[in-house]
């Protein structure tokens, strides 16, 4: 089962994806996290691509597809992903969905979260991550057991360094202009072949949008 979950900053795929990637045990595979290791290698072996990317990253801005598409591309190909993958943030330009395509990576389902503008400034304000895992937290809507610290290592929980206005404003800029290039892309190969695509309420508490998505899923998971 490969399956791609798109939608603006805080709408909830990283947290999704992470309960799906639980529940059917194939890898749950973000973008912006393979983006924030490749820029946290040892002093030693960082240069200019890797400095670069950081800033391009905390400024909320679209790191080139070149270099996204190499990292995502490699990681799809990894033994792991036989079974299949959950893909989150992952194509964000037309150029990167078609790259999939040319690679001949099929895509069973494309989830589509909406969620208004303004409640995203809410949801990525109160974000704590665990960095080595990619687990979210958030400290109103789904706080951890214990304040600040992962509910798994019991190691502490970090804020991204473009969880900030400034950055958000960007990245939901970046994701108006791209989305729907990438939605008409989608929508038209699920026209001629079976590629299951729907779109989610993603403002409604996590365990609502989680068994929507679980019924979307179960329910077409044998239909080809
Ligand atoms: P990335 O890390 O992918 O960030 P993003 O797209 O901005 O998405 P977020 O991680 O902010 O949100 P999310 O939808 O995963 O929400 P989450 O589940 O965490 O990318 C970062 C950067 O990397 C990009 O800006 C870009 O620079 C670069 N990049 C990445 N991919 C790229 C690509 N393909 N091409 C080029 N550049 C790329 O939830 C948010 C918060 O809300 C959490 O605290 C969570 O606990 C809470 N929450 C989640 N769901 C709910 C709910 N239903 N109700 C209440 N709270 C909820």
Do not use: W
Not at 166 to 190: C, G, M, N, P, W
């Amino acid at each position: 089962m490969r399956v791609i979950l798109l939608g603006p900053p805080g709408s909830g795929k990283g947290t999704q994806a992470y309960l799906v990637s639980t529940k059917y045990n194939i890898p749950n595979i973000s973008a912006g996290e393979i983006l924030r290791r490749f820029c946290t290698k040892k002093k030693s072996v960082l240069n200019k691509i890797h400095y670069n990317t950081k800033n391009i990253i905390d400024s909320g801005n679209l790191v080139s597809d070149k270099l996204v598409i190499e990292l995502i591309i490699e990681r799809v190909n990894q033994y792991d992903c036989i079974n299949g993958f959950i893909l989150d943030g992952f194509p964000r330009t037309i150029v990167q969905a078609q790259s999939m395509q040319e690679q001949n990576i099929t895509i069973d389902f494309v989830i589509n979260f909406y969620i208004s503008d303004s409640a995203i400034i809410d949801r990525i304000m109160g974000r704590q991550i665990h960095l080595k895992s990619g687990r979210t937290y958030h400290v109103k809507f789904n706080p951890p057991k214990r304040y600040g610290v992962d509910d798994i290592t019991g190691e502490l929980l970090t804020v991204r360094k473009d969880d900030n206005t400034e950055s958000v404003k960007q990245r939901l800029a970046q994701y108006h202009s791209h989305t729907k290039s990438i939605l008409d892309f989608y929508y038209k190969i699920s026209q001629k072949r079976s590629l299951h695509y729907f779109t989610i309420n993603g403002d409604r508490p996590i365990i609502k949008v989680y068994n929507e998505l679980l019924d979307i899923l179960n329910k077409n998971i044998l239909i080809k």
